[in-house]
C-alpha cells in the first residue's frame, strides 16, 4: 500500500549517542516533514522540506538536523542524543496545493 | 504559546451520546483539517475545511468551520467505540506563513459500551 514508512519503530539510545530515522515515501509527494510527539504538547514541527535538495527549521530544529537528496526520502539525524529528545517522532508528507498530510506509524526514541 | 487551543483535554462517554469538540486560536487560518490518531500510528486526515463558515458531514461526524475562520468544531452523533481516540486539529496558514500545519493540543476521546 502506497504511505508514509518510518524506520525504525522503537529505538533506545544512550545519552550523547547518535543515529538517523528515514522516512521513506511513494506517493511523489514534493513536500515531507519531522514533527515530534510528546504529552501535553501536541505535535510539534522539527525540520520540514519543500523538494528535493531543500530543507528548513521548523518550530524546534535545536540538536537535529535533517537531509533530502531523494524525493522520497527524509532523514532526521541526532548528532548528540540527550533525554530532552526522548519522544515519539513523525514524519509527513503532503502534495502540492491544498491537501491533507499523510503520516507514518511513527518511532518511539528513549534516550537514556 | 500554543496556537490552536483544544477543549475538552479529555472525553470519556458511553455508546450512544453525542459530543462536541472545540478549536479556538486568535489567528486566521487559510483552512484548518481534523485528524484522528489511535494508539501507535500516526494521524489520519478526516476533513479539511476551506470557507469560513463551511459545514461538512462525515457521517456521523459534522465539522465546522468559524465565520472568521479562527475556530472549528467537530461534533459526533451517537459515539460509538470505534470513535475513541485522539483527535488534533490543525490550520493552515497561520502566522507562521506558508502551508505549514499548526496543531492543536489534542482532545483525548474514550467512548465505552
Known amino acids: 500500500n502506497a504511505g508514509v514508512t518510518q524506520t525504525p519503530k522503537f529505538r533506545v539510545l544512550k545519552t550523547g549517542q547518535s543515529m538517523t530515522l528515514l522516512c521513506a515515501q511513494d506517493?511523489?509527494?514534493?513536500?515531507m516533514y519531522w514533527y515530534r510527539q510528546d504529552p501535553g504538547m501536541g505535535l510539534r514541527l522539527i525540520h520540514y522540506?519543500?523538494?528535493?535538495?531543500?530543507?528548513a527549521k521548523g518550530e524546534v530544529p535545536d540538536g537535529y538536523n535533517v537531509s533530502r537528496l531523494k524525493k522520497q526520502n527524509f532523514l532526521l539525524g541526532l548528532e548528540s542524543a540527550a533525554p530532552s529528545q526522548t519522544s515519539v517522532y513523525f514524519c509527513?508528507?503532503?502534495?502540492?496545493?491544498?491537501?491533507?498530510?499523510?503520516f507514518g506509524s511513527g518511532t518511539r526514541l528513549t534516550v537514556v | 504559546t500554543q496556537l490552536l487551543e483544544q477543549s475538552p483535554q479529555f472525553l470519556s462517554i458511553q455508546e450512544g451520546e453525542n459530543l462536541t469538540v472545540y478549536c479556538n486560536s486568535s489567528?486566521?487560518?487559510?483552512?484548518l483539517q481534523w485528524y484522528r490518531q489511535e494508539p501507535g500510528e500516526g494521524p489520519v486526515l478526516l476533513v479539511t475545511v476551506v470557507t469560513g463558515g463551511e459545514v461538512k458531514k462525515l457521517k456521523r461526524l459534522t465539522f465546522q468551520f468559524g465565520d472568521a475562520r479562527k475556530d472549528s468544531s467537530l461534533h459526533i452523533t451517537a459515539a460509538q467505540p470505534g470513535d475513541t481516540g485522539l483527535y488534533l486539529c490543525?490550520?493552515?496558514?497561520?502566522?507562521?506563513?506558508?502551508?505549514?500545519?499548526?496543531f492543536g493540543t489534542g482532545t483525548q476521546l474514550k467512548v465505552e459500551l
Open positions: 490543525a490550520g493552515v496558514g497561520g502566522p507562521g506563513g506558508g502551508n505549514k500545519l499548526t
Open positions: 489567528s486566521v487560518f487559510s483552512s
Open positions: 506517493m511523489n509527494h514534493e513536500y
Open positions: 522540506s519543500v523538494g528535493e535538495g531543500t530543507t
Open positions: 509527513a508528507s503532503r502534495p502540492t496545493g491544498v491537501g491533507g498530510y499523510t
